[in-house]
């Protein structure tokens, strides 16, 4: 708990996991006098004010931002634009702007232009979250021991800057200050490409339902019911993965298109030769991957990133909530 608060008032806009996560974390640390949130979900804002998540509620975005010195956007990227354009000529001179999106490029593109001068844009993104979704889903400790990627611009307001870098560190968080593009590339193949692909999986597992089956003996099938029913570790993470919130990934997916489809195509050649290589009986080839993706896979647990909770990059919220990022 601080003595004096890094911000007098803050606005979160969306108050799903992430958003929820952020307003509790803002009050255990003394971190604003008063934080203020605002929904477009009427029951996520009653669900928020039931849990005393924020020190107002606000049906009202134009007044939820009235007089913030800090003003957080934990909604899907596709809706920034709009929401940009209805409270920024509400803002007061000075106060600063930023985000929990999992795409910066965009960010800059959407909000940018609507904010009036002598406000201040610093992009973030926290490298956190889990599969689950609202504001009863949150927790102030979900950013202890992760990355918070800052990717203002140049010219941007220095003070600014440390400002929101100190509130994440306050958090718990280690920050990395990141140029947007290279930001989008890095978490199209850290994050987007597994989400695409858990999705993908998943996906097939579920069109297989009711049409293929497994000979066991005579005439005893295995469904494909029974093989997501008894499904291993694996499969399993990809459900888990494959749960977070769709709308957040929507626009994730369309407003990071280049970058993921980079990746994508990527990926696609590599997979197409282990494919190769399991029909060739190549197990040199196979036992070569396996090994250097084994300490790939050490080398982030070594670096403290596995974590203590579920993790879904912050692909983690709901809908117009929070996971809006």
């Not at 949150?138 to 220095?158: H, N, Q």
């Not at 199209?188 to 692909?197: E, Q």
């Not at 295995?222 to 957040?248: C, H, L, Q, W």
């Amino acid at each position: 708990m601080t003595d004096t608060p890094l911000f007098e008032r803050v606005t979160i806009v969306g108050i799903g996991l992430i958003g929820s996560s952020l307003a509790r974390a803002l009050k255990a640390g003394g971190l604003a006098g008063h934080v203020a949130a605002h929904d477009a979900d009427a029951a996520a804002l009653a669900t928020a004010e039931e849990l005393g998540v924020a020190d107002s509620i606000h049906g009202d975005v134009v007044e939820a931002v009235a007089d913030a010195d800090l003003v957080v956007l934990a909604i899907p990227v596709g809706v920034y634009g709009a929401m940009a354009a209805v409270m920024g000529p509400h803002l007061k001179a000075g106060a600063i702007v930023t985000d929990v999106g999992s795409v910066k490029e965009e960010v800059i593109r959407a909000i940018k232009p609507a904010l009036p001068a002598g406000t201040h844009l610093v992009p973030g993104h926290p490298v956190a979250g889990t599969e689950h979704s609202g504001p009863e889903s949150g927790f102030a400790e979900l950013f202890r021991d992760r990355w918070a990627i800052l990717t203002p611009e140049k010219g941007t307001d220095t003070k600014a800057v440390e400002r929101v870098s100190e509130m994440w560190r306050r958090v718990g968080s280690d920050v990395e200050i990141m140029d947007a593009a290279h930001h989008d590339r890095v978490l199209a193949i850290t994050s987007h490409l597994p989400h695409l692909i858990a999705y993908t999986i998943v996906a097939t597992a579920a069109d297989l339902e009711g049409e293929l089956q497994i000979e066991r003996q005579g005439d005893d099938v295995v469904t494909t019911a029974e093989v997501i029913k008894y499904s291993a570790g694996g499969f399993r993470d990809f459900t888990r993965i494959a749960g977070s919130n769709p709308v957040m990934w929507r626009d994730v997916f369309l407003s990071n298109k280049d970058a993921v489809l980079e990746m994508l195509g990527r990926f696609s050649e590599d997979l197409t030769a282990l494919q190769r290589a399991i029909r060739w009986d190549d197990g040199d080839q196979l036992e070569a991957l396996f090994t250097r993706t084994r300490a790939i896979r050490r080398g982030v647990v070594e670096a403290g990133q596995a974590g203590r909770f579920q993790y879904t990059e912050n692909g983690d919220d709901d809908g117009e909530t929070d996971d809006d990022a």
